[in-house]
Protein backbone atom coordinates (compact mmCIF):
# COMPACT_ATOMS: atom_id res chain seq x y z
CA UNK A 1 0.00 0.00 0.00
CA UNK A 2 1.59 3.32 -0.89
CA UNK A 3 1.98 6.15 1.68
CA UNK A 4 0.06 9.16 2.22
CA UNK A 5 2.17 11.88 -0.36
CA UNK A 6 3.46 13.84 3.16
CA UNK A 7 4.67 10.86 4.66
CA UNK A 8 6.46 9.90 1.68
CA UNK A 9 7.73 13.52 1.02
CA UNK A 10 9.17 12.60 4.66
CA UNK A 11 10.72 9.69 4.27
CA UNK A 12 11.90 10.97 0.65
CA UNK A 13 13.46 13.97 2.43
CA UNK A 14 15.14 11.92 5.10
CA UNK A 15 16.76 9.53 2.62
CA UNK A 16 17.90 13.07 0.24
CA UNK A 17 19.54 14.76 3.31
CA UNK A 18 21.62 11.67 4.18
CA UNK A 19 23.08 10.94 0.82
CA UNK A 20 23.64 15.05 0.53
CA UNK A 21 25.15 14.93 3.45
CA UNK A 22 27.53 11.63 4.16
CA UNK A 23 28.93 11.75 7.98
CA UNK A 24 30.83 9.02 9.62
CA UNK A 25 28.62 10.36 12.41
CA UNK A 26 25.26 8.88 11.00
CA UNK A 27 23.64 6.37 9.54
CA UNK A 28 20.65 5.60 7.80
CA UNK A 29 18.50 2.56 8.63
CA UNK A 30 15.14 1.87 6.04
CA UNK A 31 12.46 -0.38 7.48
CA UNK A 32 10.76 -3.31 5.66
CA UNK A 33 8.66 -2.22 3.04
CA UNK A 34 4.80 -3.14 3.47
CA UNK A 35 5.50 -6.15 0.55
CA UNK A 36 8.53 -7.42 2.90
CA UNK A 37 6.62 -7.32 6.58
CA UNK A 38 6.39 -10.11 8.37
CA UNK A 39 2.81 -11.54 7.54
CA UNK A 40 0.57 -13.85 10.55
CA UNK A 41 1.62 -17.04 9.22
CA UNK A 42 5.67 -15.99 9.06
CA UNK A 43 4.70 -14.81 12.83
CA UNK A 44 3.51 -18.17 13.79
CA UNK A 45 6.31 -20.04 12.02
CA UNK A 46 8.76 -17.64 13.89
CA UNK A 47 7.32 -18.95 17.32
CA UNK A 48 7.06 -22.79 16.75
CA UNK A 49 10.15 -22.81 14.58
CA UNK A 50 11.95 -21.30 18.08
CA UNK A 51 10.18 -23.12 20.45
CA UNK A 52 9.96 -26.65 18.57
CA UNK A 53 13.99 -27.28 18.70
CA UNK A 54 16.05 -29.23 20.13
CA UNK A 55 14.08 -29.06 23.60
CA UNK A 56 10.60 -31.02 23.16
CA UNK A 57 13.02 -33.62 21.96
CA UNK A 58 15.68 -33.77 25.08
CA UNK A 59 13.91 -32.28 27.84
CA UNK A 60 11.29 -34.57 28.37
CA UNK A 61 13.88 -37.44 29.22
CA UNK A 62 15.83 -35.08 31.47
CA UNK A 63 13.02 -34.10 33.40
CA UNK A 64 11.76 -37.80 33.55
CA UNK A 65 15.30 -38.84 34.77
CA UNK A 66 15.34 -35.82 37.92
CA UNK A 67 11.83 -36.58 39.24
CA UNK A 68 12.15 -39.79 38.50
CA UNK A 69 7.75 -40.26 38.11
CA UNK A 70 5.51 -40.02 34.89
CA UNK A 71 2.68 -38.21 36.87
CA UNK A 72 5.75 -35.09 38.39
CA UNK A 73 7.24 -35.28 35.01
CA UNK A 74 3.90 -34.46 33.30
CA UNK A 75 2.50 -31.39 35.85
CA UNK A 76 5.70 -29.99 34.95
CA UNK A 77 4.96 -30.27 31.22
CA UNK A 78 1.39 -29.10 32.50
CA UNK A 79 2.63 -25.73 34.25
CA UNK A 80 5.29 -25.17 31.64
CA UNK A 81 2.12 -24.53 29.57
CA UNK A 82 0.52 -21.94 32.41
CA UNK A 83 4.39 -20.38 32.09
CA UNK A 84 4.96 -20.13 28.60
CA UNK A 85 1.60 -18.88 28.09
CA UNK A 86 1.79 -16.21 30.74
CA UNK A 87 5.45 -14.57 29.26
CA UNK A 88 3.36 -14.31 26.24
CA UNK A 89 0.92 -12.09 27.80
CA UNK A 90 3.35 -10.35 29.22
CA UNK A 91 5.56 -9.60 26.54
CA UNK A 92 2.36 -8.36 24.40
CA UNK A 93 1.27 -6.49 26.76
CA UNK A 94 4.37 -4.36 26.72
CA UNK A 95 5.48 -4.73 23.00
CA UNK A 96 2.08 -3.16 21.84
CA UNK A 97 2.11 -0.51 24.56
CA UNK A 98 5.74 1.09 24.20
CA UNK A 99 7.47 2.71 22.89
CA UNK A 100 5.45 5.90 22.82
CA UNK A 101 5.92 8.59 20.44
CA UNK A 102 3.75 12.04 20.14
CA UNK A 103 1.75 11.71 17.57
CA UNK A 104 -1.36 13.45 16.15
CA UNK A 105 -4.49 12.21 17.57
CA UNK A 106 -6.79 9.94 14.56
CA UNK A 107 -10.57 9.47 14.65
CA UNK A 108 -12.02 5.95 13.22
CA UNK A 109 -11.98 7.39 9.66
CA UNK A 110 -8.36 8.04 10.17
CA UNK A 111 -8.20 11.81 9.82
CA UNK A 112 -6.99 13.98 12.28
CA UNK A 113 -8.41 15.28 15.29
CA UNK A 114 -8.72 19.04 16.30
CA UNK A 115 -7.66 18.15 19.84
CA UNK A 116 -4.09 17.89 18.72
CA UNK A 117 -1.40 14.85 19.54
CA UNK A 118 -0.58 12.18 22.42
CA UNK A 119 1.61 10.10 22.91
CA UNK A 120 1.26 6.66 20.97
CA UNK A 121 2.67 2.74 20.57
CA UNK A 122 4.55 2.72 17.83
CA UNK A 123 5.92 -0.86 17.73
CA UNK A 124 10.01 -1.25 17.58
CA UNK A 125 12.61 -3.94 17.30
CA UNK A 126 14.49 -4.66 20.59
CA UNK A 127 11.90 -6.71 22.61
CA UNK A 128 13.17 -6.65 26.19
CA UNK A 129 15.66 -3.92 25.24
CA UNK A 130 12.36 -1.63 24.69
CA UNK A 131 10.63 -2.69 28.09
CA UNK A 132 13.60 -2.50 30.16
CA UNK A 133 14.75 1.16 29.07
CA UNK A 134 11.51 2.14 29.54
CA UNK A 135 10.82 0.78 33.04
CA UNK A 136 13.88 1.17 34.63
CA UNK A 137 14.81 4.95 33.15
CA UNK A 138 18.04 6.28 34.13
CA UNK A 139 17.93 10.19 33.17
CA UNK A 140 21.33 11.31 31.18
CA UNK A 141 22.70 7.32 31.46
CA UNK A 142 22.52 4.35 29.83
CA UNK A 143 22.63 2.01 32.92
CA UNK A 144 19.99 -0.34 31.78
CA UNK A 145 20.86 -0.20 28.13
CA UNK A 146 24.70 -0.91 29.27
CA UNK A 147 23.84 -4.30 31.66
CA UNK A 148 21.23 -5.83 29.32
CA UNK A 149 23.63 -5.26 25.88
CA UNK A 150 26.12 -6.75 27.32
CA UNK A 151 24.41 -9.70 28.75
CA UNK A 152 22.42 -9.77 25.84
CA UNK A 153 25.57 -9.50 23.47
CA UNK A 154 27.46 -12.12 24.19
CA UNK A 155 25.05 -15.32 25.72
CA UNK A 156 21.91 -13.66 23.14
CA UNK A 157 22.77 -16.81 20.84
CA UNK A 158 22.09 -20.78 20.27
CA UNK A 159 25.35 -21.89 20.22
CA UNK A 160 24.57 -24.81 23.09
CA UNK A 161 22.00 -26.00 19.88
CA UNK A 162 24.48 -25.59 17.78
CA UNK A 163 26.69 -28.28 19.54
CA UNK A 164 23.82 -30.42 19.24
CA UNK A 165 23.48 -30.14 16.15
CA UNK A 166 26.65 -31.58 15.54
CA UNK A 167 26.00 -34.61 17.92
CA UNK A 168 22.84 -35.18 16.14
CA UNK A 169 24.34 -35.18 12.83
CA UNK A 170 27.29 -38.00 13.90
CA UNK A 171 24.53 -39.87 15.38
CA UNK A 172 22.62 -39.52 12.13
CA UNK A 173 25.37 -40.74 9.92
CA UNK A 174 26.13 -43.32 12.26
CA UNK A 175 29.67 -41.91 13.11
CA UNK A 176 31.31 -41.53 16.17
CA UNK A 177 30.71 -37.79 17.55
CA UNK A 178 34.39 -36.46 18.60
CA UNK A 179 34.47 -33.10 20.38
CA UNK A 180 36.47 -31.41 17.02
CA UNK A 181 33.80 -32.84 14.85
CA UNK A 182 30.69 -32.51 16.46
CA UNK A 183 32.48 -28.31 17.07
CA UNK A 184 33.23 -27.69 13.29
CA UNK A 185 29.84 -29.26 12.69
CA UNK A 186 28.66 -26.05 14.67
CA UNK A 187 30.85 -23.82 13.37
CA UNK A 188 29.52 -24.84 9.84
CA UNK A 189 25.81 -24.63 11.34
CA UNK A 190 26.18 -21.14 13.00
CA UNK A 191 28.22 -20.07 10.01
CA UNK A 192 25.52 -21.23 7.40
CA UNK A 193 22.25 -19.06 9.14
CA UNK A 194 24.27 -15.94 9.30
CA UNK A 195 25.35 -16.09 5.50
CA UNK A 196 21.80 -17.22 5.05
CA UNK A 197 20.18 -13.90 6.59
CA UNK A 198 22.78 -11.60 5.14
CA UNK A 199 22.36 -12.61 1.41
CA UNK A 200 19.09 -12.76 1.06
CA UNK A 201 16.71 -11.47 3.66
CA UNK A 202 13.34 -13.64 1.82
CA UNK A 203 14.82 -16.57 1.69
CA UNK A 204 15.92 -16.88 5.44
CA UNK A 205 12.30 -16.33 6.10
CA UNK A 206 11.12 -18.99 3.46
CA UNK A 207 13.72 -21.38 5.25
CA UNK A 208 12.21 -20.62 8.66
CA UNK A 209 8.86 -21.29 7.27
CA UNK A 210 9.42 -24.53 5.67
CA UNK A 211 11.10 -26.30 8.54
CA UNK A 212 8.49 -24.65 11.03
CA UNK A 213 6.08 -26.72 8.78
CA UNK A 214 7.94 -29.87 9.40
CA UNK A 215 8.55 -29.63 12.67
CA UNK A 216 4.80 -29.29 13.42
CA UNK A 217 4.07 -32.41 11.16
CA UNK A 218 6.91 -34.40 12.94
CA UNK A 219 5.00 -33.45 16.20
CA UNK A 220 2.11 -34.79 15.17
CA UNK A 221 3.39 -38.06 13.43
CA UNK A 222 5.21 -38.52 17.20
CA UNK A 223 1.36 -38.01 18.50
CA UNK A 224 -0.30 -40.59 16.42
CA UNK A 225 1.86 -43.18 16.50
CA UNK A 226 2.32 -43.25 20.39
CA UNK A 227 -1.12 -43.18 20.44
CA UNK A 228 -2.00 -45.99 17.98
CA UNK A 229 1.01 -48.49 20.06
CA UNK A 230 -0.57 -47.41 22.84
CA UNK A 231 -4.14 -49.06 21.30
CA UNK A 232 -1.72 -51.80 20.50
CA UNK A 233 -0.94 -51.19 16.85
CA UNK A 234 1.92 -52.69 15.20
CA UNK A 235 4.75 -51.18 13.40
CA UNK A 236 7.18 -53.98 12.76
CA UNK A 237 7.87 -54.77 16.01
CA UNK A 238 4.91 -55.62 17.65
CA UNK A 239 3.07 -53.81 20.12
CA UNK A 240 4.41 -51.76 23.05
CA UNK A 241 3.44 -50.48 26.14
CA UNK A 242 5.27 -47.58 28.41
CA UNK A 243 5.83 -49.01 31.94
CA UNK A 244 7.32 -48.14 35.02
CA UNK A 245 9.56 -50.22 36.72
CA UNK A 246 9.70 -50.39 40.36
CA UNK A 247 13.44 -50.10 41.18
CA UNK A 248 13.96 -51.90 44.00
CA UNK A 249 11.19 -54.88 43.02
CA UNK A 250 11.87 -54.60 39.25
CA UNK A 251 7.56 -54.67 38.83
CA UNK A 252 5.84 -53.46 36.06
CA UNK A 253 2.77 -51.02 36.06
CA UNK A 254 1.39 -49.07 33.27
CA UNK A 255 2.96 -45.21 32.74
CA UNK A 256 0.03 -44.23 33.32
CA UNK A 257 -1.56 -45.93 36.44
CA UNK A 258 -2.87 -43.88 39.80
CA UNK A 259 -0.81 -46.21 41.63
CA UNK A 260 2.67 -45.54 40.46
CA UNK A 261 2.85 -42.76 38.67
CA UNK A 262 4.04 -40.62 41.98
CA UNK A 263 5.49 -44.06 44.05
CA UNK A 264 8.76 -43.46 42.81
CA UNK A 265 8.78 -39.63 42.79
CA UNK A 266 12.46 -38.15 43.66
CA UNK A 267 12.99 -35.83 46.98
CA UNK A 268 15.70 -34.07 45.85
CA UNK A 269 15.05 -30.25 45.38
CA UNK A 270 17.50 -28.89 43.45
CA UNK A 271 16.60 -31.65 40.33
CA UNK A 272 12.96 -30.19 40.59
CA UNK A 273 14.22 -26.34 40.06
CA UNK A 274 16.73 -27.58 37.43
CA UNK A 275 13.67 -29.31 35.61
CA UNK A 276 11.72 -26.34 35.97
CA UNK A 277 14.17 -24.52 34.38
CA UNK A 278 14.94 -26.80 31.49
CA UNK A 279 11.20 -26.75 30.93
CA UNK A 280 10.68 -23.15 30.80
CA UNK A 281 13.65 -22.89 28.15
CA UNK A 282 11.36 -24.80 26.34
CA UNK A 283 8.28 -23.13 26.28
CA UNK A 284 10.37 -20.01 25.59
CA UNK A 285 10.52 -18.77 21.88
CA UNK A 286 7.18 -16.71 22.08
CA UNK A 287 9.55 -13.90 22.62
CA UNK A 288 11.27 -14.06 18.88
CA UNK A 289 8.51 -12.44 17.10
CA UNK A 290 8.97 -8.91 19.43
CA UNK A 291 12.26 -9.00 18.00
CA UNK A 292 11.34 -7.97 14.75
CA UNK A 293 8.34 -5.98 15.59
CA UNK A 294 8.53 -3.26 13.16
CA UNK A 295 8.83 -5.60 10.89
CA UNK A 296 5.44 -7.14 10.78
CA UNK A 297 2.83 -6.09 9.09
CA UNK A 298 -0.21 -4.56 10.47
CA UNK A 299 1.16 -5.30 13.80
CA UNK A 300 -1.59 -3.75 16.26
CA UNK A 301 -4.28 -5.67 14.21
CA UNK A 302 -2.84 -9.23 13.98
CA UNK A 303 0.13 -9.30 16.12
CA UNK A 304 -1.83 -10.55 19.44
CA UNK A 305 -3.62 -13.18 17.53
CA UNK A 306 -0.93 -14.65 15.63
CA UNK A 307 1.09 -14.81 18.82
CA UNK A 308 -1.43 -16.48 20.83
CA UNK A 309 -2.33 -18.70 17.74
CA UNK A 310 1.66 -19.92 17.79
CA UNK A 311 2.09 -20.33 21.26
CA UNK A 312 -0.87 -22.38 21.83
CA UNK A 313 -0.10 -24.75 19.54
CA UNK A 314 3.10 -25.26 20.34
CA UNK A 315 1.74 -25.75 24.49
CA UNK A 316 -0.91 -28.44 23.03
CA UNK A 317 1.89 -29.98 20.95
CA UNK A 318 4.08 -30.52 23.79
CA UNK A 319 1.90 -32.03 25.86
CA UNK A 320 0.05 -34.85 23.44
CA UNK A 321 3.86 -35.77 22.62
CA UNK A 322 4.97 -36.12 26.24
CA UNK A 323 1.94 -37.76 26.59
CA UNK A 324 2.63 -39.96 23.62
CA UNK A 325 6.10 -40.75 24.43
CA UNK A 326 5.19 -42.40 27.53
CA UNK A 327 2.60 -44.78 25.65
CA UNK A 328 5.79 -46.02 24.40
CA UNK A 329 8.96 -45.60 26.60
CA UNK A 330 9.22 -47.49 29.72
CA UNK A 331 10.45 -45.75 33.00
CA UNK A 332 13.65 -47.29 33.77
CA UNK A 333 16.93 -47.58 33.88
CA UNK A 334 17.51 -47.34 29.75
CA UNK A 335 16.86 -43.60 29.97
CA UNK A 336 19.85 -42.72 32.15
CA UNK A 337 22.55 -42.80 29.38
CA UNK A 338 20.25 -41.01 26.81
CA UNK A 339 20.30 -38.20 25.24
CA UNK A 340 17.23 -37.77 24.59
CA UNK A 341 13.75 -39.04 24.27
CA UNK A 342 12.51 -38.90 20.83
CA UNK A 343 15.17 -42.02 19.38
CA UNK A 344 14.59 -43.31 22.49
CA UNK A 345 10.96 -43.16 21.28
CA UNK A 346 11.76 -44.35 17.90
CA UNK A 347 13.69 -47.53 18.78
CA UNK A 348 10.84 -49.01 20.84
CA UNK A 349 7.90 -48.75 18.52
CA UNK A 350 9.53 -49.73 14.98
CA UNK A 351 12.92 -51.73 16.96
CA UNK A 352 15.31 -51.15 14.73
CA UNK A 353 18.90 -48.93 14.42
CA UNK A 354 17.48 -47.23 11.47
CA UNK A 355 14.32 -45.58 12.67
CA UNK A 356 16.45 -43.80 15.58
CA UNK A 357 19.05 -42.37 13.11
CA UNK A 358 16.42 -41.05 10.84
CA UNK A 359 15.14 -39.48 13.93
CA UNK A 360 18.70 -38.13 14.66
CA UNK A 361 18.43 -36.47 11.16
CA UNK A 362 15.60 -34.69 11.97
CA UNK A 363 15.88 -33.45 15.17
CA UNK A 364 19.23 -32.26 13.73
CA UNK A 365 17.07 -30.38 11.25
CA UNK A 366 14.70 -28.94 13.55
CA UNK A 367 17.72 -27.36 15.84
CA UNK A 368 19.11 -26.03 12.56
CA UNK A 369 15.58 -24.30 12.14
CA UNK A 370 15.83 -23.36 15.79
CA UNK A 371 19.15 -21.38 15.12
CA UNK A 372 17.70 -19.86 11.55
CA UNK A 373 15.05 -17.98 13.78
CA UNK A 374 17.31 -16.66 16.36
CA UNK A 375 20.13 -15.60 13.67
CA UNK A 376 17.50 -13.46 12.64
CA UNK A 377 16.16 -12.08 14.93
CA UNK A 378 18.78 -11.86 17.66
CA UNK A 379 20.79 -10.02 15.31
CA UNK A 380 18.21 -7.16 15.17
CA UNK A 381 18.84 -6.99 18.74
CA UNK A 382 22.03 -5.97 18.29
CA UNK A 383 21.55 -3.84 15.72
CA UNK A 384 19.07 -1.85 18.37
CA UNK A 385 21.99 -1.96 20.54
CA UNK A 386 24.35 -0.52 18.02
CA UNK A 387 22.27 2.18 17.63
CA UNK A 388 22.73 3.58 21.46
CA UNK A 389 26.29 4.16 20.90
CA UNK A 390 27.22 1.78 23.88
CA UNK A 391 29.36 -0.59 21.95
CA UNK A 392 32.49 -0.06 19.75
CA UNK A 393 32.31 0.92 16.21
CA UNK A 394 28.12 1.13 17.27
CA UNK A 395 27.20 3.43 13.95
CA UNK A 396 29.24 0.38 11.87
CA UNK A 397 26.72 -2.43 14.09
CA UNK A 398 24.01 -0.05 13.17
CA UNK A 399 23.57 -0.41 9.60
CA UNK A 400 21.66 -1.89 6.94
CA UNK A 401 22.89 -2.98 3.37
CA UNK A 402 21.19 -4.61 0.69
CA UNK A 403 21.72 -7.93 0.33
CA UNK A 404 23.62 -9.65 -2.38
CA UNK A 405 20.01 -11.27 -3.79
CA UNK A 406 18.30 -7.87 -3.89
CA UNK A 407 21.32 -6.50 -5.92
CA UNK A 408 21.00 -9.46 -8.03
CA UNK A 409 17.28 -8.98 -8.40
CA UNK A 410 17.27 -5.20 -9.26
CA UNK A 411 20.09 -5.89 -11.59
CA UNK A 412 18.00 -7.87 -13.56
CA UNK A 413 14.50 -7.31 -13.02
CA UNK A 414 12.20 -3.82 -11.96
CA UNK A 415 10.32 -3.54 -9.01
CA UNK A 416 6.67 -5.19 -9.14
CA UNK A 417 5.30 -2.77 -6.89
CA UNK A 418 6.10 1.04 -5.95
CA UNK A 419 6.69 -0.11 -2.41
CA UNK A 420 8.46 -2.49 -3.67
CA UNK A 421 12.24 -1.42 -2.32
CA UNK A 422 15.20 -3.63 -2.21
CA UNK A 423 15.38 -5.55 1.08
CA UNK A 424 17.95 -4.93 3.50
CA UNK A 425 20.11 -7.18 6.02
CA UNK A 426 21.54 -6.12 9.29
CA UNK A 427 24.79 -7.76 7.85
CA UNK A 428 27.36 -5.76 10.44
CA UNK A 429 25.27 -7.39 13.50
CA UNK A 430 24.78 -10.76 11.80
CA UNK A 431 28.48 -10.58 11.95
CA UNK A 432 28.69 -9.33 15.90
CA UNK A 433 26.13 -12.22 16.29
CA UNK A 434 28.12 -14.84 14.75
CA UNK A 435 31.55 -13.62 16.75
CA UNK A 436 29.97 -14.00 19.81
CA UNK A 437 28.53 -17.15 18.84
CA UNK A 438 32.02 -18.07 17.92
CA UNK A 439 33.46 -16.98 21.31
CA UNK A 440 30.76 -19.02 23.56
CA UNK A 441 31.89 -22.44 21.16
CA UNK A 442 35.52 -21.53 21.93
CA UNK A 443 34.73 -21.22 25.91
CA UNK A 444 32.94 -24.63 26.45
CA UNK A 445 36.18 -26.38 24.41
CA UNK A 446 37.68 -27.70 27.07
CA UNK A 447 34.55 -29.91 27.84
CA UNK A 448 32.95 -32.74 26.09
CA UNK A 449 30.25 -31.83 23.51
CA UNK A 450 27.44 -33.07 25.76
CA UNK A 451 29.02 -31.25 28.73
CA UNK A 452 29.27 -27.92 26.59
CA UNK A 453 25.57 -28.48 25.43
CA UNK A 454 24.01 -28.60 29.10
CA UNK A 455 26.35 -25.78 29.75
CA UNK A 456 25.11 -23.07 27.49
CA UNK A 457 21.82 -24.03 27.31
CA UNK A 458 21.64 -23.76 30.91
CA UNK A 459 23.55 -20.97 30.91
CA UNK A 460 21.03 -18.93 28.48
CA UNK A 461 18.32 -20.38 30.35
CA UNK A 462 19.22 -19.23 33.81
CA UNK A 463 20.43 -15.54 32.76
CA UNK A 464 18.50 -14.50 29.41
CA UNK A 465 15.60 -16.47 29.39
CA UNK A 466 15.05 -16.49 33.75
CA UNK A 467 16.92 -13.54 35.17
CA UNK A 468 15.70 -10.71 32.25
CA UNK A 469 12.48 -12.39 32.61
CA UNK A 470 12.34 -11.58 36.11
CA UNK A 471 13.20 -8.03 35.23
CA UNK A 472 10.43 -7.45 32.72
CA UNK A 473 7.97 -9.09 34.94
CA UNK A 474 8.62 -7.58 38.07
CA UNK A 475 9.09 -4.41 36.07
CA UNK A 476 5.19 -5.00 34.73
CA UNK A 477 4.01 -5.21 37.96
CA UNK A 478 6.12 -2.03 38.85
CA UNK A 479 4.23 0.26 36.49
CA UNK A 480 0.80 -1.48 37.47
CA UNK A 481 1.02 -0.28 40.70
CA UNK A 482 3.99 1.47 41.94
CA UNK A 483 5.31 3.83 39.14
CA UNK A 484 3.31 7.38 38.23
CA UNK A 485 1.52 6.40 35.55
CA UNK A 486 -0.19 3.54 37.09
CA UNK A 487 -3.33 4.85 36.74
CA UNK A 488 -3.46 5.44 33.35
CA UNK A 489 -1.35 2.27 32.30
CA UNK A 490 -3.79 -0.35 32.17
CA UNK A 491 -6.65 2.32 30.13
CA UNK A 492 -3.87 3.21 27.69
CA UNK A 493 -1.94 -0.17 27.25
CA UNK A 494 -2.34 -1.51 23.67
CA UNK A 495 -3.43 -4.87 24.44
CA UNK A 496 -4.95 -5.83 27.89
CA UNK A 497 -4.62 -9.30 28.96
CA UNK A 498 -7.07 -12.04 30.34
CA UNK A 499 -6.56 -11.84 34.14
CA UNK A 500 -5.23 -8.10 34.55
CA UNK A 501 -1.94 -8.81 36.05
CA UNK A 502 -2.44 -12.52 37.00
CA UNK A 503 0.02 -13.70 34.43
CA UNK A 504 2.66 -10.87 34.83
CA UNK A 505 2.48 -12.30 39.32
CA UNK A 506 2.92 -15.79 38.17
CA UNK A 507 5.96 -15.28 36.01
CA UNK A 508 7.69 -13.14 38.45
CA UNK A 509 7.29 -16.10 40.99
CA UNK A 510 8.84 -18.59 38.16
CA UNK A 511 11.65 -16.81 37.77
CA UNK A 512 12.66 -15.11 41.14
CA UNK A 513 12.67 -18.73 42.49
CA UNK A 514 14.33 -20.20 39.90
CA UNK A 515 16.39 -17.46 40.21
CA UNK A 516 17.34 -18.87 44.16
CA UNK A 517 16.45 -22.23 43.48
CA UNK A 518 19.26 -22.98 41.23
CA UNK A 519 21.78 -22.76 44.31
CA UNK A 520 20.56 -25.24 45.83
CA UNK A 521 23.46 -28.44 45.54
CA UNK A 522 22.01 -31.31 43.81
CA UNK A 523 22.51 -34.61 45.99
CA UNK A 524 25.08 -37.19 44.20
CA UNK A 525 22.40 -39.12 42.73
CA UNK A 526 20.74 -36.46 40.42
CA UNK A 527 20.93 -36.41 36.94
CA UNK A 528 22.47 -32.95 37.60
CA UNK A 529 25.62 -33.73 40.14
CA UNK A 530 29.02 -33.13 39.18
CA UNK A 531 29.09 -36.95 38.41
CA UNK A 532 27.02 -36.85 35.34
CA UNK A 533 26.88 -33.25 33.86
CA UNK A 534 30.95 -32.75 34.67
CA UNK A 535 29.81 -29.32 36.16
CA UNK A 536 29.74 -28.06 39.61
CA UNK A 537 26.19 -27.11 40.48
CA UNK A 538 26.90 -23.30 41.18
CA UNK A 539 28.78 -22.70 37.96
CA UNK A 540 25.71 -21.78 35.58
CA UNK A 541 24.04 -19.37 38.52
CA UNK A 542 27.51 -17.47 39.09
CA UNK A 543 28.37 -16.97 35.77
CA UNK A 544 24.45 -16.23 35.06
CA UNK A 545 24.83 -13.12 37.83
CA UNK A 546 28.78 -12.26 37.35
CA UNK A 547 27.20 -11.58 33.77
CA UNK A 548 24.50 -8.94 35.50
CA UNK A 549 27.65 -7.87 37.59
CA UNK A 550 30.02 -7.47 34.50
CA UNK A 551 27.15 -5.11 32.99
CA UNK A 552 27.19 -2.93 35.78
CA UNK A 553 31.14 -2.75 36.03
CA UNK A 554 30.84 -2.35 31.64
CA UNK A 555 28.74 0.85 32.24
CA UNK A 556 30.90 2.06 34.91
CA UNK A 557 33.49 1.84 32.97
CA UNK A 558 32.24 3.73 29.84
CA UNK A 559 29.91 6.19 31.80
CA UNK A 560 33.21 7.03 33.80
CA UNK A 561 36.47 5.74 32.91
CA UNK A 562 35.72 5.99 28.86
CA UNK A 563 35.54 9.78 28.20
CA UNK A 564 38.04 11.19 30.78
CA UNK A 565 41.15 8.83 29.38
CA UNK A 566 40.28 8.33 25.27
CA UNK A 567 37.78 11.26 24.54
CA UNK A 568 38.89 14.08 26.40
CA UNK A 569 36.31 14.10 28.88
CA UNK A 570 33.36 14.55 26.20
CA UNK A 571 30.09 13.45 26.03
CA UNK A 572 27.96 11.14 23.77
CA UNK A 573 25.49 12.63 22.19
CA UNK A 574 23.18 10.21 20.63
CA UNK A 575 20.18 11.45 18.37
CA UNK A 576 18.17 8.55 17.22
CA UNK A 577 15.12 10.41 14.79
CA UNK A 578 12.43 7.86 13.07
CA UNK A 579 10.51 9.08 10.69
CA UNK A 580 6.82 7.66 11.73
CA UNK A 581 4.26 7.20 8.97
CA UNK A 582 0.80 5.98 8.59
CA UNK A 583 0.12 2.44 6.66
CA UNK A 584 -3.10 0.79 6.81
CA UNK A 585 -4.50 3.21 9.34
CA UNK A 586 -1.94 2.56 11.98
CA UNK A 587 1.27 4.46 12.54
CA UNK A 588 4.53 2.78 11.96
CA UNK A 589 8.41 3.17 11.57
CA UNK A 590 9.34 4.08 7.90
CA UNK A 591 12.80 4.41 8.63
CA UNK A 592 15.30 6.08 11.04
CA UNK A 593 17.99 8.37 11.03
CA UNK A 594 20.86 7.62 13.91
CA UNK A 595 23.63 10.19 14.70
CA UNK A 596 26.14 9.59 17.43
CA UNK A 597 29.22 11.81 18.22
CA UNK A 598 31.18 12.76 21.37
CA UNK A 599 30.57 16.59 21.86
CA UNK A 600 32.21 18.67 24.54
CA UNK A 601 29.97 19.00 27.61
CA UNK A 602 26.72 21.30 27.73
CA UNK A 603 27.32 23.30 30.35
CA UNK A 604 28.93 24.62 33.82
CA UNK A 605 28.91 22.21 36.83
CA UNK A 606 27.63 19.08 34.13
CA UNK A 607 29.70 15.67 35.18
CA UNK A 608 32.78 15.36 32.26
CA UNK A 609 31.49 11.94 31.50
CA UNK A 610 27.50 12.50 31.31
CA UNK A 611 26.10 10.71 28.62
CA UNK A 612 23.21 12.71 26.89
CA UNK A 613 20.28 11.41 24.73
CA UNK A 614 18.31 13.54 22.15
CA UNK A 615 14.66 12.75 21.99
CA UNK A 616 13.36 10.35 19.60
CA UNK A 617 11.77 12.13 16.94
CA UNK A 618 8.32 11.48 14.79
Known sequence: MPLEADDQARVDEAIRESGA?????????????????????????????????????????IVLRSTSSVGASLLFWGFGTVIGMSALLIWLELGLSIPKFELPNRDE??????????????????????????????????ATTCIFGLIYIILGNLSGNAIAFGIYICQAADVEGHAPL??????????????????????????????????????????????????????????????TVNPKTQNKTSNFSTHSSFAFASNDPASYAESLLYVVYTFSGYEQPFYV????????????ISTIAGQGLACVLFLLVNISYLCAVSVDRRLDGELDMATVFFREVFGNELAPRVMSGIIALSIFGNIVVMTFTASRVKQELAKEGVIPFSLFFASSSTTPWALLRRRFSSPKKPDDSPEQSPSAALFLHWIFSMVMIAATSSTTPGTAYTVLVSLYSYTVVTLIGFFVSGGLLYL?????????????????????????????????????????????????AYANTGVQWYIVPTVGLASFVLGIMYYLGFQYVYPPLFKDGKVLVVDREAVIVREH????QALEVVEASWERKSGPGSNDTEMQKVTMAE
Not at 122 to 136: C, F, M, T
Not at 194 to 213: F, M, P, Q, T, Y
Not at 487 to 508: C, E, L, N, Q
Request: aromatic residues 10%; hydrophobic residues 40%; glycine residues 10%.
Open 480 to 528: RFFSSERRDWVSKSGFKPWGGPTAAMIYTAVCLFLVAARFIPPTSTSPF
Open 585 to 588: GQYV
Open 182 to 243: VRGLAVVCLTAACLLHASWRKGGLVVNNLIAVLKVLVLVAIVIIGFAASAGASFGHGPVHGE
Open 109 to 142: NDTVREEGASLQCVPRNGGEKNYLEYIYRFPKMR
Open 21 to 61: NPSDDRVLVRNASDSQKLGPGTVICTILNRTIGSGIFVTPA
Open 293 to 304: LSEVYRPQKTFA
